[in-house]
């Protein structure tokens, strides 16, 4: 009996180290390659407030969020409350199926603002407030032929209208930071093409009027002189009349 107990005493420490074993695997492989890096006006700090330099957690977790800030086209911010584990599941799923494989981090409000802090998307970080995690996308959703981010940004807000639990906190597009209002007219600007076909029409409309102008310019005048004609041919009978 004792041993039994000994052995479900030290099964739960098993598992924590085979996670902590995993998760140093991790780190070192992220480490080891280059990971793309946001433009700062100061370095990050390297020590902590004690002198002592950060865990491989915490320094794993600041590569991952700046390099989905550096590659993502789009971020979206939410906040989630009491997301049961299945709604997050499916949440998730919905994401990954109807917003073109949109993937969701939970993130770390302090550590993610530690990332933000002195660059471009500086003022993202009073976004993060409370329980926060960013929809995402990777390079391979990305780069797949057909894919339209704005489009992807407003399956993601449609997503977080019916689920009750999710608010949406803000975005970024590329370079540009947006607001919940913002979000809105961001995603029902119309279609690249559609801006194309609008912008050529515009061009072409001042050289189609002025064609059409110079070809009734003929036709007037061709109206004027055969209006002239016959009335010469009208005058021409009443001249001889009163020769006679």
């Known amino acids: 009996m004792f041993a039994a107990v000994y052995s479900a005493a030290r099964r739960p420490l098993g598992l924590a180290r085979r996670a902590a074993i ?15 890096k946001l433009e700062r006006s100061h370095a990050p700090k390297a020590l902590t407030m004690y002198k002592k330099p950060f865990t491989q ?16 086209p789009a971020i979206v911010v939410v906040q989630h409350h009491n997301l ?20 969701l ?12 802090r002195n660059t471009r998307f ?47 906190m803000g975005a970024k597009y590329g370079e540009t930071l947006l607001n919940p209002g913002m979000m809105k ?3 029902n600007l119309p ?21 059409s102008v110079l070809q009734r310019i003929p036709q007037r005048l061709v109206g004027v002189l055969q209006q002239k004609v016959d009335a010469e041919g009208e005058k021409k009978p009443e001249e001889q009349q009163n020769q006679q």
């Not at 996308?137 to 009750?164: N, P, S």
Request: aromatic share 8%; charged share 20%.
């Open 57 to 72: 957690r915490k320094q794993f977790l600041f590569s991952e969020y700046e390099g989905q800030f550096t590659t993502s």
């Open 122 to 168: 500086a003022n993202m970080g009073s976004l993060f407030t409370g329980p926060t995690a960013i929809v995402y996308w990777r390079d391979a959703e990305a780069g797949v032929e057909g894919f339209d981010a704005i489009l992807a940004v407003k399956q993601t807000m449609d997503l977080a209208k019916k689920q009750k639990k999710v608010i949406l």
């Open 22 to 36: 995993q998760f140093r695997g991790m780190a070192s492989t992220a480490s080891s390659g280059q990971q793309p």
């Open 191 to 211: 279609h690249i093409d559609q801006l194309r076909a609008q912008v050529l029409g515009v061009i072409q409309s001042p050289a189609q009027q002025l064609s």
């Open 105 to 116: 981090m939970i993130v770390r409000s302090k550590m993610i603002k530690a990332v933000l």
């Open 185 to 187: 007219d961001f995603v």
């Open 84 to 103: 049961s584990g299945s709604e997050q599941l499916e949440y998730r799923r919905d994401l990954k199926l109807s917003a073109q494989g949109a993937r």
